[in-house]
């Protein structure tokens, strides 16, 4: 499978960006650890909360991001994710304290996203 983005009629393929994948941890309220990917924290975050995230936050909250790492292309990251999933808990706490953890760089950058976000970004559009 390759990694291609179809492009539009006269659009140069080369010019568009990938976008860029994340894998992160979540620590959930009971204390268990939570591993995804996504390419936006922000909605992938308003989804764990308001329900429609991963069903593993059905019988438990969200309550933080304990990791992120960032720079991955979607293949990349899936395979990171079943890695990180793979490790004990003791491994992935030793990951959360690990140098490679870009939580801090991207705090800032989350929290003005879902800062200007609306709360219902996520929300489906209903018909009336």
């Known amino acids: ?22 894998v992160y941890i ?9 591993t995804g990917v996504t390419t936006d924290l922000a909605r992938r ?3 764990h ?3 429609r995230g991963a069903k593993y936050f059905r019988g438990r909250a969200p309550a933080r991001f304990v990791y992120v790492e960032d720079a991955h292309t979607r ?9 990180i999933k793979r490790l004990s808990r003791a491994a992935k706490l030793a990951l959360v ?3 490679g953890n ?14 200007a976000a609306p709360p219902d970004a996520t929300e489906p559009a209903t018909q009336k």
Do not use: C, F, K
């Open 45 to 47: 975050w308003r989804q």
């Open 49 to 51: 909360t308001s329900g």
């Open 1 to 22: 499978m390759s990694e291609a983005i179809s492009a539009s009629a006269g659009e140069n393929i080369e010019s568009r960006p990938l976008p860029r994948w994340l």
């Open 26 to 34: 979540i620590e959930a309220t009971d204390g268990s650890l939570y």
């Open 102 to 115: 870009r939580l801090a760089a991207l705090t800032a950058q989350l929290a003005e996203e879902l800062a």
């Open 97 to 99: 304290s690990a140098p």
């Open 75 to 83: 293949r990349s990251a899936a395979s990171r994710e079943v890695a």
